[in-house]
């Protein structure tokens, strides 16, 4: 059975484990190695079952444990090129870290695990999402940190039994904020992060299509809230007929998640 968990959500940084009873994948690792370890540890993840590290794109928050953690557990990590060529130049991978390089719609075996990496609208060098096919033929796909939703994104995700999925921000609520309006255009922008508006939108069009689970992740901690966001999405998919608990169900990552793994 397959087993998933957000174990860190956010601006502050990103974690998620995907696996299985006996592996798994690490999709990010945006804070301290430690809080990474403990967060293993709660779940009586042992470091050992941890199959390698898949990095979506470069940005701190994404990154900041990885340097530690290879050092230290030598778990290879799998990236775009673009991706490791920005990690590289930065120092952000020890020097001789085993570096396996990803291609748009590639699947790739990882484990007992098959990837199929794709490439996602972001302002980093070369950033991906993910769809990890566990042994059992489950399927999450994970994709955050995205301007807009691209067709063949979409297309990945619909194959999906449970999506990752970003809704970063309310844009009343961004346009409203403190953020100064460069930031604001960034984050608005084709390259930036997408809104609880157009989340929704996709998350309809992929319930419609037979995906069942989501979990709404990387929500901002200044102009999003997780009930504004998960507001948003239930009210989208209710107009479109589907009620949750019964046609879907609908998570919010939290920043620092202290939830078992969902095992299904």
Same mark, same amino acid.
């Given at each position: 059975?397959?087993?998933?968990?957000?174990?860190?959500?956010?601006?502050?940084?990103?974690?998620?484990?995907?696996?299985?009873?006996?592996? &798994?994948?690490?999709? *990010?690792?945006?804070?301290?190695? #430690?809080?990474? $370890? +403990?967060?293993?540890?709660?779940?009586?993840?042992?470091?050992?079952?941890?199959?390698? /590290?898949?990095?979506? @794109?470069?940005? %701190?928050? @994404?990154?900041?444990?990885?340097?530690?953690?290879?050092?230290?557990?030598?778990?290879? !990590?799998?990236?775009? $090129? &673009?991706?490791?060529?920005?990690?590289?130049?930065? &120092?952000?991978?020890?020097?001789?870290?085993?570096?396996?390089?990803?291609?748009?719609?590639?699947?790739?075996?990882?484990? *007992?695990?098959? /990837?199929?990496?794709?490439?996602?609208?972001?302002?980093?060098?070369?950033?991906?999402?993910?769809?990890?096919?566990?042994?059992? +033929?489950? #399927?999450?796909?994970?994709?955050?940190?995205? &301007?807009?939703?691209?067709? $063949? !994104? $979409?297309?990945?995700? =619909?194959? %999906?039994?449970? /999506? @990752?999925?970003?809704?970063?921000? *309310?844009?009343?609520?961004? #346009?409203?904020?403190?953020?100064?309006?460069?930031?604001?255009?960034?984050?608005?922008?084709?390259?930036? @992060?997408?809104?609880?508006?157009? %989340?929704?939108?996709?998350?309809?069009?992929?319930?419609?299509?037979?995906?069942?689970?989501?979990?709404?992740?990387?929500?901002?901690?200044?102009?999003?809230?997780?009930?504004?966001?998960?507001?948003?999405? !239930? =009210?989208?998919?209710?107009?479109?007929?589907? !009620? %949750?608990?019964?046609?879907?169900?609908? +998570?919010?990552?939290?920043? /620092? =998640?202290? =939830?078992?793994?969902?095992?299904?």
């Amino acid at each position: 059975m397959a087993r998933y968990g957000a174990l860190f959500s956010g601006s502050q940084g990103n974690s998620t484990f995907v696996g299985t009873a006996t592996q &798994g994948l690490l999709i *990010d690792v945006g804070v301290s190695a #430690k809080r990474i $370890e +403990e967060a293993l540890r709660q779940r009586e993840i042992c470091p050992d079952r941890i199959s390698g /590290v898949l990095i979506t @794109h470069e940005h %701190c928050d @994404h990154i900041q444990g990885l340097r530690v953690l290879t050092k230290r557990y030598h778990w290879p !990590v799998y990236a775009s $090129e &673009g991706t490791l060529t920005a990690l590289m130049n930065s &120092g952000g991978i020890t020097p001789g870290c085993d570096v396996v390089p990803l291609y748009d719609c590639e699947p790739i075996e990882i484990g *007992d695990m098959q /990837v199929t990496p794709f490439h996602t609208p972001h302002d980093a060098r070369e950033s991906m999402g993910f769809c990890i096919e566990t042994p059992d +033929e489950r #399927k999450i796909g994970i994709a955050t940190d995205m &301007g807009v939703m691209w067709d $063949e !994104v $979409e297309r990945q995700l =619909s194959l %999906c039994d449970l /999506v @990752h999925i970003e809704s970063n921000h *309310d844009v009343n609520m961004l #346009k409203c904020g403190p953020y100064p309006y460069p930031l604001q255009q960034r984050i608005l922008s084709d390259r930036g @992060h997408l809104s609880n508006e157009v %989340c929704a939108e996709v998350v309809v069009r992929l319930a419609m299509n037979g995906v069942a689970r989501f979990t709404l992740a990387h929500l901002s901690a200044n102009n999003n809230t997780p009930g504004i966001a998960r507001r948003a999405n !239930v =009210s989208a998919l209710g107009q479109a007929g589907l !009620v %949750c608990d019964r046609d879907y169900l609908l +998570e919010i990552a939290a920043p /620092v =998640s202290e =939830s078992p793994l969902t095992i299904f």
